[in-house]
């Protein structure tokens, strides 16, 4: 009984100094992500791979992560838990919680917003009407087009001095995703610094079936921050379904590319303040 009551106390105590438990008990910083998931399955389908995702990053790096669909939580007493919120794929609505997170970032906190996260057009289900948002914030404005079939591009690293993209190759190869084009040249706005962009070897950028679905050439940013805030926009959160044929299959996954994790966690360190 006392050699079985020893194996016990043994096991516990390496319980308790695993890197894991350590990780919970003391984490370096706190992510919380919002999400909706309702409509759009290569959506839906990015933020549950996510929601598999983000919980083992976090245990290997030394962070926490909770996520919730409950935009109600978007308000002042909630958001003071945490060092940096995700966005990944919609924006709030309700006023109270646009006025809650235009506060929680002018008082420094972190951000990170996904692919349909930025999405906003009039006429739409998501009408350009935050100004504050789209305009000063992202500072994109309003949707302007995407390439379609969901395809790979090279990204080129633009701001190789940026903690969140130190660690990148100067071109690598992206997952698979729908990309957006915008109604402001970001490259005109002051206080906009481009992480990411599109590299030119990625024309002709994706296969229609449509022509104005394929990009040839032009200037695409990809990922972006606004120096007057903690943030950073990244375009990728669109994984490739099969529509075509009926079976509604995922058939890429954002979180399959080495690469673009290391670009993601190290954004949530520096986001949060803390140098990896």
Do not use: C
């Not at 890197?19 to 370096?28: D, K, S, Y």
């Not at 929601?51 to 976090?58: E, S």
């Not at 040839?216 to 940013?221: M, T």
């Not at 994984?239 to 299959?249: A, L, P, R, T």
């Amino acid at each position: 009984m006392k050699r079985i009551n020893l194996r016990l106390v043994i096991l516990l105590i390496s319980i308790a100094l695993s890197p894991v438990a350590f990780a919970q008990q003391n984490p370096l910083f706190k992510v919380v992500a919002f999400y909706t998931a309702k409509s759009d399955l290569a959506h839906i389908s990015f933020v549950h791979e996510a929601n598999r995702w983000f919980p083992k990053a976090a245990a290997e790096n030394n962070f926490t992560y909770d996520s919730t669909n409950d935009w109600s939580n978007l308000n002042e007493a909630f958001l003071k838990n945490y060092n940096v919120v995700l966005f990944l794929d919609t924006r709030p609505e309700a006023p109270e919680q646009r006025k809650a997170f235009e506060n929680y970032m002018k008082k420094g906190g972190g951000w990170m917003g996904f692919h349909f996260a930025g999405f906003a057009l009039t006429p739409s289900d998501f009408n350009q009407d935050w100004d504050w948002y789209h305009n000063e914030f992202i500072g994109a404005g309003q949707y302007k087009s995407n390439t379609w079939r969901p395809t790979p591009a090279m990204l080129r690293v633009e701001e190789a001095g940026n903690p969140a993209t130190k660690r990148l190759p100067p071109v690598f190869r992206s997952s698979p995703n729908e990309w957006y084009s915008w109604e402001k040249d970001l490259t005109k706005n002051p206080d906009i610094k481009i992480l990411l962009s599109i590299d030119s070897t990625s024309f002709p950028l994706g296969t229609g079936p449509k022509l104005h679905e394929i990009w040839h050439s032009g200037y695409y940013p990809v990922a972006w921050t606004n120096t007057k805030y903690k943030m950073i926009y990244d375009n990728m959160g669109h994984n490739d379904i099969d529509y075509e044929h009926g079976s509604n299959k995922e058939l890429s996954f954002q979180f399959d590319n080495e690469i673009q994790n290391r670009f993601i966690v190290d954004a949530l360190f520096w986001l949060a303040g803390i140098k990896k």
